[in-house]
């Protein structure tokens, strides 16, 4: 894949082309209670800039993987895999990952264990938005490396199903854009972490089924040496979706979502975000070969500019006029249509 992009922050243009490629071959095995997969992979990624040569990088990163699944027994999988890549700028790495799925009348239980790597380029959210023209990056960078385990317990009980994760990561190294001076582009000294639990439930009993989730995420980073949330990532977030569908007939559902507080960065109105509700609908009526329907999303018509305006009364130190969106930027949205089935 290849772009070409034609960017105007402000005064300052930036033109640049991007080259991605990538290939896989991989092979499979069953031996038994065993399936074996190995396979090699190749992954190049160029960035080429005519106004900001000084950025402009050719990454290659080749790999090889080896990934064994056993049935030990009627209750017990397994399975092992590990990877080693070498990536042309940030040197060699192995990523390992083990897993355990265990199962028992109506409960399924699986915990997992990985490594990985990510080498970082100075692309990022915060370049996008203000370029590259005032990026600084004053010593080399270092690949970020991430070691994450998992637990989840799933129970089925008739027209009911319910499942808890446990999850938890550790990132070393991770990359950091400080936008209180421009933007400058480092490596943190101490490690992000990443810790939370998933709940979710599901019902299914024709015609009706429905979906509720909430998520508790806490991830922590320290910074200039405070440890603090990760910004743009709500603590809390949830949500309900049902449906009532009858083949012939039609079909009626209903969606809310929650998202809780955020930390905000550089914004001069707030430095947390506020709670809100989304509300959406969505009706539809069949009629032989015809579909009537209508959609209504963000029906409770939340938008950011609600509590803050999205521009800055002053331009921002990495030269940005606007604020990160926290919220949505569009308000309430309904429309419909008529579907034909030759």
């Not at 290849?2 to 071959?25: N, V, Y």
């Not at 790495?93 to 199962?103: D, E, G, Y």
């Not at 209504?296 to 030269?319: C, F, K, M, S, V």
């Amino acid at each position: 894949m290849e772009q070409h992009h034609d960017h105007q922050f402000g005064e300052i243009r930036e033109r640049d082309r991007h080259e991605t490629a990538f290939g896989e071959l991989t092979l499979r095995a069953p031996a038994g209670r065993h399936t074996f997969v190995a396979g090699a992979a190749l992954e190049r990624d160029a960035y080429r800039s005519i106004d900001v040569p000084r950025f402009e990088y050719t990454f290659t990163v080749p790999g090889v993987f080896l990934q064994d699944d056993v049935d030990v027994a009627r209750w017990l999988s397994l399975s092992a895999s590990g990877r080693l890549d070498h990536h042309s700028e940030y040197g060699t790495f192995f990523s390992p990952r083990v897993s355990a799925l265990v199962r028992g009348g109506a409960w399924t239980g699986r915990v997992s264990f990985g490594t990985g790597f990510f080498g970082p380029s100075p692309l990022t959210e915060e370049t996008e938005a203000a370029g590259l023209s005032r990026l600084e990056v004053p010593q080399p960078l270092r690949a970020e490396e991430g070691r994450s385990a998992s637990l989840d317990v799933t129970r089925t009980d008739g027209p009911f199903s319910y499942t808890l994760t446990l999850f938890r990561s550790h990132i070393a190294s991770p990359i950091h854009v400080d936008r209180s001076r421009g933007l400058i582009l480092t490596n943190l000294l101490e490690p992000t972490t990443n810790i939370g639990v998933e709940l979710l439930g599901t019902f299914r009993h024709e015609p009706y089924t429905a979906t509720a989730t909430y998520t508790y995420v806490r991830a922590r980073e320290r910074v200039d040496g405070v440890r603090e949330d990760v910004a743009l990532t709500p603590r809390r977030s949830a949500g309900i979706v049902g449906m009532w569908e009858r083949d012939q007939v039609g079909r009626i559902g209903i969606e809310f979502y929650y998202t809780g507080i955020q930390r905000l960065e550089e914004n001069p109105y707030r430095d947390v975000s506020r709670p809100y509700v989304i509300i959406g609908l969505l009706a539809e009526r069949q009629l032989g070969r015809v579909r009537l329907f209508v959609n209504g999303e963000n029906l409770t018509g939340i938008r950011q500019t609600r509590w803050d305006p999205l521009i800055r009364p002053t331009r921002a130190p990495d030269n940005r006029w606007t604020v990160d969106a926290w919220a949505p930027l569009e308000g309430r949205n309904v429309n419909g249509g008529i579907r034909f089935r030759l």
